[in-house]
């Protein structure tokens, strides 16, 4: 499959396989895809988006350890180790004495880019072909091939469709709601009335589950029974450079978090991407951060030509270019001048959308940098043990449980 020829890749460069395919494609914008000619070799690309793997390069289908075999390393060559630090003529990095380590990042950025760009050359294939087959405007998909948001841009921008859906859930987890709206709809022929206009599907905690886990644990907090001052007191101190981790309402469905378990940060500060992915999420810095944005204003700052008001943005599922206007306005969330935003309506989920727009009236930029409330490794944060967890082992300054504020000591 497109996935499993991707998920190989994935291990060559040094990540976990069904974990680590969105960090190729955080690696790809650094390398061009020079290598599309040996990647002949591994795979037959047919104008209808069908395709044949060489199997002789791959060991995924007998091997539950590795992907792929010795012919492919004799090919590409040395797996790149998953620890490895990675910089390149493209990552802005000092190269001074490390040359020939940046070369051969640059090398591996660049079949990053190769396998990438094959993907997503393959998809608007099969896309292509089936508008051409059955005449329809509307296309929905699901996978795990589904979540390459970069992909997904090319679609919808690119593609005859007019309409685009993707499951939030759309790897092997959304299987299980597949399975029972199948068995719903098609086997019990119920009536389709139910149109998933959001994301926000998991558990939730109430305010008095919150407060409990507080004060059980003697842990200091500030209590909000006013709506408008919390918002007023969050987005002050995103204002003032503090990172955010809000943990709010039923959990996200599906990989991405998408303002109910979110870390939030100022987006116009260009350091605010490092600080957040060394000292807070303690993941590779190449990897980039998601806008969040107002979904009245995103076409102010991205180039969403007809993904505009679309599903994908909701679920943070595609990726457009940033106006180049507004590139220095927020680079913590300009990736190589593109960006995987989330686009938000107040109806979804108020909270989210007021912290968003009370910054935007405070700053001039209605667009928040957005991830995952998680450390690398870890699964996103659920509870609010786990929630305070993540805060107190990383440099997060301020929680945010319901309506409950807990802030870190200061050193006076």
Same mark, same amino acid.
């Given at each position: 499959?497109?996935?499993?020829?991707?998920?190989?890749?994935?291990?060559?460069?040094?990540f976990?396989?069904?974990e680590?395919?969105? &960090?190729?494609?955080?690696?790809?914008?650094?390398?061009?895809?020079?290598?599309?000619?040996?990647? !002949?070799?591994?795979? %037959?690309?047919?104008?209808?988006?069908?395709?044949?793997?060489?199997?002789?390069?791959?060991?995924?289908?007998?091997?539950?350890?590795?992907?792929?075999?010795?012919?492919?390393?004799? *090919?590409? +060559?040395k797996?790149?180790?998953?620890d490895? !630090?990675?910089?390149?003529?493209?990552?802005?990095?000092? *190269?001074?004495?490390?040359? !020939?380590?940046?070369k051969?990042?640059?090398?591996?950025?660049?079949?990053?880019?190769?396998?990438?760009?094959?993907?997503?050359?393959?998809?608007?294939?099969?896309?292509?072909?089936?508008?051409?087959?059955?005449?329809?405007?509307?296309l929905?998909?699901?996978?795990?091939?589904?979540?390459?948001?970069?992909?997904?841009?090319?679609?919808?921008?690119?593609?005859?469709?007019? @309409?685009?859906?993707?499951?939030?859930?759309?790897? #092997?987890?959304?299987?299980?709601? @597949?399975?029972?709206?199948?068995?719903?709809?098609?086997?019990?022929?119920?009536?389709?009335?139910?149109?998933?206009?959001?994301?926000?599907? @998991?558990?939730?905690?109430?305010?008095? $589950?919150?407060? /409990?886990?507080?004060?059980?644990?003697?842990?200091?907090?500030?209590?909000?029974?006013? /709506?408008?001052?919390?918002? %007023?007191?969050?987005? #002050?101190?995103l204002?003032?450079?503090?990172?955010?981790? *809000?943990?709010?309402?039923? =959990?996200?469905? +599906?990989?991405?978090?998408?303002?109910?378990?979110?870390?939030?940060?100022?987006?116009?500060?260009a /350091?605010?991407?490092?600080?957040?992915?060394? &000292?807070?999420?303690?993941?590779?810095?190449?990897?980039?951060?998601?806008?969040?944005?107002?979904? $009245?204003?995103?076409?102010?700052y991205?180039? *969403?030509?007809?993904? #505009?008001?679309?599903?994908?943005?909701?679920?943070?599922?595609?990726?457009?270019?940033v106006?180049?206007?507004?590139?220095?306005?927020?680079?913590?969330?300009?990736?190589?001048?593109?960006?995987?935003?989330?686009?938000?309506?107040? $109806?979804?989920n108020?909270?989210?959308?007021?912290?968003?727009?009370?910054?935007?009236? &405070?700053t001039?930029?209605?667009?928040?940098?957005?991830?995952? =409330?998680?450390?690398?490794?870890?699964?996103?944060?659920?509870?609010?043990?786990?929630?305070?967890?993540?805060?107190?082992?990383?440099?997060?300054?301020?929680?945010v449980? /319901?309506?409950?504020?807990?802030?870190?000591?200061?050193?006076?």
């Amino acid at each position: 499959s497109l996935g499993l020829l991707y998920s190989a890749f994935t291990a060559w460069l040094g990540f976990q396989v069904n974990e680590g395919e969105y &960090k190729v494609m955080g690696m790809a914008p650094y390398g061009r895809p020079l290598y599309m000619d040996r990647l !002949e070799k591994l795979v %037959d690309s047919y104008p209808d988006g069908s395709f044949r793997l060489n199997m002789d390069y791959f060991s995924y289908h007998y091997s539950p350890e590795r992907t792929y075999n010795d012919k492919f390393v004799r *090919l590409w +060559g040395k797996p790149r180790t998953h620890d490895a !630090e990675f910089f390149c003529e493209t990552t802005g990095h000092d *190269l001074t004495g490390r040359e !020939e380590q940046a070369k051969t990042n640059q090398y591996y950025a660049d079949v990053a880019a190769t396998i990438q760009r094959f993907t997503e050359e393959n998809l608007l294939k099969m896309v292509n072909h089936l508008h051409q087959e059955t005449g329809l405007d509307r296309l929905v998909m699901a996978g795990g091939v589904g979540l390459n948001s970069v992909a997904n841009g090319r679609i919808m921008r690119e593609s005859p469709f007019t @309409g685009v859906y993707i499951q939030p859930a759309a790897g #092997d987890a959304g299987g299980a709601l @597949g399975a029972a709206l199948y068995a719903y709809h098609v086997l019990l022929n119920q009536p389709r009335r139910f149109v998933m206009e959001h994301a926000y599907y @998991g558990q939730s905690y109430s305010e008095s $589950e919150c407060r /409990e886990f507080l004060t059980a644990n003697n842990i200091p907090f500030e209590y909000f029974d006013d /709506e408008a001052a919390l918002v %007023d007191a969050v987005s #002050d101190a995103l204002v003032d450079g503090q990172v955010i981790g *809000l943990f709010q309402g039923r =959990f996200e469905w +599906g990989p991405r978090a998408l303002g109910n378990r979110s870390i939030m940060a100022d987006p116009r500060r260009a /350091e605010m991407k490092e600080i957040v992915n060394v &000292k807070i999420k303690f993941r590779e810095p190449f990897r980039p951060f998601a806008p969040v944005i107002l979904e $009245e204003r995103a076409a102010d700052y991205f180039d *969403l030509q007809q993904a #505009d008001g679309q599903y994908p943005p909701r679920f943070m599922l595609m990726v457009s270019d940033v106006l180049e206007s507004r590139q220095g306005e927020i680079p913590a969330v300009s990736h190589m001048g593109t960006g995987r935003l989330q686009t938000v309506r107040r $109806e979804w989920n108020p909270r989210y959308y007021d912290i968003i727009h009370a910054f935007g009236e &405070k700053t001039g930029t209605p667009v928040l940098m957005n991830t995952s =409330f998680n450390l690398r490794g870890e699964p996103i944060v659920t509870t609010p043990a786990n929630a305070f967890h993540t805060f107190s082992v990383s440099d997060i300054d301020v929680l945010v449980l /319901e309506r409950f504020i807990v802030r870190k000591p200061t050193a006076d």
